[in-house]
Antibody
Framework: QVQLQESGPGLVKPSETLSLTCTVS????????WSWIRQPPGKGLEWIAY???????NYNPSLKSRATISVDTSNNQFSLKLTSVTAADTAVYYC??????????????WGQGTLVTVSS | DIVMTQSPDSLAVSLGERATINCKTS????????????LAWYQQKPGQPPKLLIY???TRESGVPDRFSGSGSGTDFTLTINNLQAEDVAVYYC???????FGQGTKVQIK
């Protein structure tokens, strides 16, 4: 079955760029949508962006100006960059597979999540 | 943005009893072209990622026990957990996938 694993620095300085990669194993990226979702400590869930395996993207309007999602199907990976981070971006970041279509669908496979702390 | 409001914020239920969680959306999430409600429910246990329980408002994900059920349409939805088990202690989130917002979560505990 498909498994997702996030990787990237656990500590990022304010005003710098957060960069995370998700490696997809046990299956193909084709025909699915791939998302990043985050969860500040002790708080709820916030969708950041998704990318289709072909490269089409959609972003949360509140983060669109700072977020970039990309995909590398040859290496079964997709990535997130979030610029100009502040303490408010401190969260557990999850990479997630979405079934369905561009309109939406269930988020059926999640990575374990990686905590990113923004601090000097 | 579609605002999701869950109620209650927390509840305590005796083992074997029923837990009911409500989710109200600020706009209808019923897509007229396919008559589907774009709403899902997730369970999150401490230290774990969320787990998909229900999608299209009432379709149970493969492997999810049948004591979990979803109902509702348009703007009002319910997750029901019958015969509550100890392993059901968790936070439950509703999620609409038109604009991909989540409810604030409902914490379920054992009374």
């Amino acid at each position: 079955q498909v498994q997702l694993q996030e990787s990237g620095p656990g500590l990022v300085k304010p005003s710098e760029t957060l960069s995370l990669t998700c490696t997809v194993s046990g299956g193909s990226m084709s025909s699915y949508y791939w998302s990043w979702i985050r969860q500040p400590p002790g708080k709820g869930l916030e969708w950041i962006a998704y990318i289709y395996y072909s490269g089409s993207t959609n972003y949360n309007p509140s983060l669109k100006s700072r977020a970039t999602i990309s995909v590398d199907t040859s290496n079964n990976q997709f990535s997130l960059k979030l610029t100009s981070v502040t303490a408010a971006d401190t969260a557990v970041y999850y990479c997630v597979r979405q079934v369905g279509d561009a309109s939406g669908g269930g988020l059926d496979t999640w990575g374990q999540g990686t905590l990113v702390t923004v601090s000097s | 943005d579609i605002v999701m409001t869950q109620s209650p914020d927390s509840l305590a239920v005796s083992l074997g009893e029923r837990a009911t969680i409500n989710c109200k959306t600020s706009q209808s999430v019923l897509y007229s072209s396919n008559n589907k409600n774009y709403l899902a429910w997730y369970q999150q246990k401490p230290g774990q990622p969320p787990k998909l329980l229900i999608y299209w408002a009432s379709t149970r994900e493969s492997g999810v026990p049948d004591r979990f059920s979803g109902s509702g349409s348009g703007t009002d939805f319910t997750l029901t957990i019958n015969n509550l088990q100890a392993e059901d202690v968790a936070v439950y989130y509703c999620h609409q996938y038109f604009s991909r917002t989540f409810g604030q979560g409902t914490k379920v505990q054992i009374k």
